[in-house]
């Protein structure tokens, strides 16, 4: 029960800062689109991007090779585990676009060349390197929480400053 409970609290805290992310760069790609009189769904592509985001990150964690370049410096391990999640993201995004464009043709080569010459490719990407910038975020903040101590960065933003007056007593 204690096991399941940290589970979900770990999932909870990774989808709130996923979806404050991910809220964030659909909001502005929202802004963007409002120019052209395009309408988008922010809130639920965040909402299931956040909880998906999250709990692909605690199932790839697990595995032990995303702890490939723990003894190398932080930056090489947060450089690495962002590209491969971006990397998961990059794919998994591409085949769910070739089943679309898979249902829409009926033909493997016709998905591919729906991809390839789709008008929503470049946005796509677009989309790819704001979330890669999310993911480098988190794994710049776990280093820190995790140079600080388990917790510590948490309290160190939550927490009131402690005024001169408190730290001297």
């Known amino acids: 029960m204690q096991s399941l409970k940290r589970e979900l609290k770990k999932i909870s805290s990774l989808a709130l800062f996923f979806f404050i992310g991910f809220g964030y760069i659909l909001l502005i ?6 120019e052209y009189d395009i309408s988008a769904y922010v809130l639920s592509k965040a909402l299931v991007g956040s909880i998906v985001a999250a709990k692909a990150v605690v199932l790839m964690e697990m595995t032990p090779w995303m702890e490939r370049f723990q003894r190398s410096p932080r930056y090489i391990s947060v450089l690495y585990k962002t590209f491969i999640y971006t990397l998961a993201v990059l794919v998994i995004g591409l085949i769910e676009r ?4 898979y249902l829409k043709t009926k033909s493997l080569s016709g998905a591919i060349e729906t991809l390839i010459h789709s008008e929503h490719f470049y946005p796509f990407l677009a989309t790819i390197l704001c979330i890669a910038v999310v993911f ?3 794994n ?5 929480d995790t140079y600080l101590g388990k917790g510590n960065l948490l309290k160190f933003f939550l927490n009131r400053p402690q005024t001169q007056r408190n730290r001297v007593a």
């Open 136 to 138: 480098l975020m988190h």
């Open 98 to 101: 070739l089943i679309d464009g």
């Open 29 to 34: 790609m929202k802004l963007f689109l409002k």
């Open 140 to 144: 710049i903040f776990t280093e820190i």
